[in-house]
């Protein structure tokens, strides 16, 4: 499968961004679906991650702020981001597997196929 993340931007604190992440070559219905992002100077970190079944899981640091959805449809799945602060600063990547399972949703080493990233830049 494919991915092409896309939807980033330059954004003032407090705004709202949504981002997109678009499957092609197989079917995404059965994929787990995770946004991480990696700022500057620092490791790449889980963002959410949504199941198949729909369940989701967010960071802490973006929960009640952050929104992953799917449309299985259009093989897309979402992140909507509201309340934007400076430290959400990154390239946003998302990335899917068919093999995640519970224990390791939150490690960029589960996922095997990611998206080129999308860079969301939160001004002050």
């Known amino acids: 499968v494919q991915l092409q993340a896309f939807g980033g931007g330059l954004v003032q604190a407090g705004d709202y961004l949504k981002l997109s992440c678009a499957a092609s070559?197989?079917?995404?219905?059965?994929?787990?679906v995770g946004w991480f992002r990696q700022a500057p100077g620092k490791e790449r970190e889980f963002v959410a991650a949504?199941?198949?079944?729909?369940?989701?899981f967010y960071a802490n640091s973006v929960k009640g702020r952050f929104t992953i959805s799917r449309d299985n449809v259009l093989n897309t799945v979402y992140l909507q981001m509201s309340s934007l602060k400076p430290e959400d600063t990154a390239v946003y990547y998302c990335?899917?597997?068919?093999?995640?399972?519970?224990?390791?949703?939150?490690?960029?080493?589960?996922?095997?196929?990611w998206g080129q990233g999308t860079l969301v830049t939160v001004s002050s």
């Open positions: 070559g197989r079917p995404f219905s059965t994929y787990t």
């Open positions: 990335a899917a597997d068919e093999g995640v399972i519970l224990s390791t949703i939150r490690l960029s080493s589960a996922y095997d196929y």
């Open positions: 949504i199941r198949r079944t729909g369940h989701t």
